[in-house]
């Protein structure tokens, strides 16, 4: 043995030295680089989480705004309907009305009534000096006086007090349509309304939010630094900002006009020409990152110094056996057919190894034996699952097919096998299938859906060819399986029909509504024809909850839900937006006249006692009527054309019709 192991000791540097020392440099490289990524992806990850967090918070802050936007617009729209000529000739009753119903001040931070010639009648709070201004040169009074309907103002500074402000005006209007004078809600950029708040709202420490406006110049409608608010943005500006202005809705990073790197997020605003657009500086979203990379590479250089040693001592011990195996394996023939086992000689570590050797060659032996019972219990598995499953060479020879295809075809699989495919299945209807197999022996796996007729029936399957990879790319053929999925799709089907439907009253919902709406409204487009929207809005029905109780309610939903369908065609649609609110789109109307004579007949079901296990309950409705005419109707004018028609009609009184 000692002439062996003199022939196997090595010169100069031994292996030992060179594998620790290998190991060792290895180690260390490998732990910086996988610090240097790990870092880079976390910073990556993180930017991205912050960005995606930060649009979402945009998101919503955006969604707030319209929101109080849209509700504060409502309420003034609202109060107009309420005044009236004899209202606006009367200012001071008219100021102690605003001073009795404070939900307006809620919204504005002052509210005006101009009279027709564009001069202020009412403030409140009142402010010296400030009744009989006129505002008649103000671009948003004229935009009133013009189309009668509500709009929202460009920023700028109030006459009165000199401050920026934002002004919401909606038209007082008399029954045939006059303008008898302006309500005017007022909001503060300075003050702490639901805009000025966000000059004080921080996104960590420096962040900040910015409201600008959508034009060639945009001006700032808010920003922390007050001295900007109505000034235009600088031109050398973020490209980010520059981008949002011009409509981009995301997160990106970009350079600020001062130098900063910054994460920026933007949102549009949608009942408003504005975007809000949130800023925060990397450096400080990313401080805390730097300070752990920083650690980490101090970590990674402690760890190396004594990872080093560590590592040599642990590899000159691991290989010392080498030695001894080298010399007793000098000795060994290699056997042919069946595995003989190496004796084990010594007891110690070579010969554990020697004997770890032969017990992995057994276990080889006994894992391809459990190979060949697995392939075994695989086919008849697969013989036994409920979907077509074969494998296919690339000459389209069918090698494998398992019963389901005598099970759905008649076919026998032992039969197949042989055979090609192409002639077992020919004919058009297989043709999608056989296109589909060829695809997958160019290498690309493809799954798609069709309708099958088996001697059971039409099924719905879903269909994969994957290919089989050979040496250097080669496909050999392709595996192919098809599951049954006419289950699933019913079940789709069945559900897709509930999230359609109001469950109270079996009516077409909000979004089923949408749907046919805007179809019926391309279809009557593409016709000619007219088509009227009813807008049915129940008078009432609180008192009925209150006094009757909210199943009462429920019965009364259901009944006039029942009576309003019986008004109208089986081709028109009736659904239930929301709480009393229904909607009916008739197609085809012969004219307005038609339409109306519709509402009436509505009108009259409506009024009638309506019978619940609670007692008899009346309700009334106030009905908004929109035809549409031409090939131009749009059906979201159509419907907020019906939505301010039933405004109309529950402002004249309530129980009746209106026709826009």
Known sequence: MAPVLAKLRPRGWSLKYRIAFAVAAIFVVMVAITNALQMRLLREDLGRMLAEQQFTLVQRMAREIDAKFETGISVLASTAALITATDVAQPLHLREEFRARPALLSFFDDVLVLGPDGRILVDYPQVEGRAGVDA?????????????????????????????????????????????????????????????????????????????TRGAKPVYVVHPDRTRILHERPANGAAAVTNAIRGFE???????????????????????????????????????????????WIATGIAALVLL??????????????????????????????????????????????????????????????RRRSEEQLRLLADNVPALISHIDARGLVLYANSCYREWFGLDPKAMVGRGIEELFPGPDHEVSHENRRVAMTGVSTTYERDVQTRQGMRTVRTSFFPQMGEAGVVLGVYHMSVDISEERRVQAELDALARRDPLTGLHNRRSFEELLAQAVARCNRSGRRIALLFVDLDHFKAVNDSKGHEAGDEVLQEVAHRIGACVRMSDTVARLGGDEFVVVVEDVASRDDAAAIAGKILEEVRRPISTRAGDCIVGASIGVAVGEGKDTDWRDLLKRADTAHYEAKGAGRDRYHVQ
């Not at 560590?310 to 056996?321: F, K, Q, S």
């Not at 086992?341 to 017990?359: S, T």
């Open 136 to 212: 008649s040169d103000r671009q948003f009074f004229r935009e009133v006086v013009r189309t009668h309907q509500t709009v929202i103002s460009e920023p700028q500074l109030g006459k009165t007090r000199g401050e920026p402000i934002v002004q919401v005006a909606t038209p007082i209007l008399t029954l045939d349509d006059r303008l008898v004078g302006v309500l005017v809600g007022v909001i503060r950029l300075y003050r702490s309304s639901f805009l000025g708040r966000l000059n004080e709202e921080r996104l960590g420490a420096t962040g900040y939010y910015v409201i600008l």
């Open 250 to 296: 995301g997160s990106s990073e970009d350079v600020s006009s001062t130098g900063t790197e910054s994460i920026y997020s933007s949102k549009t605003l949608n009942l408003v020409p504005w975007v809000l657009v949130a800023a925060a500086p990397k450096a400080e979203v990313f401080a805390p990152l730097v300070a752990a990379q920083r650690r980490a």
């Open 309 to 370: 040693p560590v590592a040599w001592l642990i590899v000159w011990w691991l290989l010392g056996p080498l030695r001894h195996l080298s010399a007793s394996m000098a000795g060994l023939r290699e056997g042919e057919g069946d595995f003989v086992p190496v004796p084990v000689k010594r007891d110690d570590e070579v010969g554990a190894l020697i004997e770890r050797f032969n017990l992995l060659m057994r276990e080889r032996l006994d894992a391809e034996n459990a």
